[in-house]
């Protein structure tokens, strides 16, 4: 008896073990760690916790919408990639207007001025971020 209780509690053990994923075994192409928040940017060239490291924009259409938008910028600032909710990361060119830099890409368009971030899809403001208090352009 105590021979079999020995055996069924190995087995349960090992076929826990076996099952249950490994802390940080799920790196993507890149490395990325995505169990740990961790997406790959292009622009940045690195593996980046959005949220720590973006420019967060809020849903400009609902109020209520929880999910928000991402910006990473290049360390130059010529590109900037977008992460929206639902879909790929989008790389944006940058151009130089009298009012600020615009970001663009097929019907996207951010812009930075004064008063903070927006982005636009066609004519339609979709997402949007103030300046944080006592930041400069």
Known sequence: M???FLLTSVFMLTA??????R???DRDAQGCIASAGYTWSS?????LRLWEAGVRLQNAQDEKATASAFVIISADGSLTELFLPQGEPVVLNRTLTPDGPIWKKADLRLERMPDG?????GDLLIYQAGNPPG???
């Open 23 to 25: 802390t940080g075994a």
């Open 135 to 137: 930041s400069s352009r």
């Open 117 to 121: 971030w927006f982005l636009y899809q």
């Open 43 to 47: 622009v940045a060239g690195d593996c």
């Open 16 to 21: 826990c073990g076996a099952t249950a994923p």
């Open 2 to 4: 105590k021979k079999l």
